[in-house]
T-cell receptor, first 113, second 114 residues
Framework: GNSVTQMEGPVTLSEEAFLTINCTYTATGYPSLFWYVQYPGEGLQLLLKATKADDKGSNKGFEATYRKETTSFHLEKGSVQVSDSAVYFCALSPIQGAQKLVFGQGTRLTINP | EPEVTQTPSHQVTQMGQEVILRCVPISNHLYFYWYRQILGQKVEFLVSFYNNEISEKSEIFDDQFSVERPDGSNFTLKIRSTKLEDSAMYFC????????????FGPGTRLLVL
């Protein structure tokens, strides 16, 4: 079946630190991969996506590369800000017919000034 | 910027009561979805809807659940007889095309069943 596993949270960092949130997936075929972010009191917002192997998604200083060989889509940012504090969700969309997103459990990130 | 809206933001109900959660998807989108997130757990897919019919549903989406697009703008999720375990955050989403395209999420409705 299809599943997504994220690193356990919560994660607490200082401002300007380097961020990595690990995400690995299990899927048949070649899914599309997504990172969604949920700021306090808000809905899920798409942060970035990649639709095929070796694609790199990027947005707001965040990056993630679709690695087929390691079935991973780790989220990185070189220098985090307090405003990046949120819950981050990795998700996949199976290519074969299904229309649903399969989510990881979410990682809560807190950035201290 | 167009966005998905949901009402109410919070709903408290008694076990066994019916609830209707409402969503207004982005106007030119064709695919609509409901997801839920029980506190502390993953966001789970419930159902997808296209061309006025359910296109896929999960095992969670049993006979107690139904969806409807009663007019050109609203998309509703009805739970006929709520159970304690239905307490969760319910998210509506829409996409212009299939799920490989970006799904845009609403802010959610927090449902508490007492």
């Amino acid at each position: 079946g299809n599943s997504v596993t994220q690193m356990e949270g919560p994660v607490t960092l200082s401002e300007e630190a380097f961020l990595t949130i690990n995400c690995t997936y299990t899927a048949t075929g070649y899914p599309s991969l997504f990172w969604y972010v949920q700021y306090p009191g808000e809905g899920l917002q798409l942060l970035l996506k990649a639709t095929k192997a070796d694609d790199k998604g990027s947005n707001k200083g965040f990056e993630a590369t679709y690695r087929k060989e390691t079935t991973s889509f780790h989220l990185e940012k070189g220098s985090v800000q307090v405003s990046d504090s949120a819950v981050y969700f990795c998700a996949l969309s199976p290519i074969q017919g299904a229309q649903k997103l399969v989510f990881g459990q979410g990682t809560r990130l807190t950035i201290n000034p | 910027e167009p966005e998905v809206t949901q009402t109410p933001s919070h709903q408290v109900t008694q076990m066994g009561q019916e609830v209707i959660l409402r969503c207004v998807p982005i106007s030119n989108h064709l695919y609509f979805y409901w997801y839920r997130q029980i506190l502390g757990q993953k966001v789970e897919f419930l159902v997808s809807f296209y061309n006025n019919e359910i296109s896929e549903k999960s095992e969670i989406f049993d006979d107690q659940f139904s969806v409807e697009r009663p007019d050109g703008s609203n998309f509703t999720l009805k739970i006929r007889s709520t159970k304690l375990e239905d307490s969760a955050m319910y998210f509506c989403a829409s996409s212009e095309r299939r799920a490989a395209e970006t799904q845009y999420f609403g802010p959610g409705t927090r449902l508490l069943v007492l």
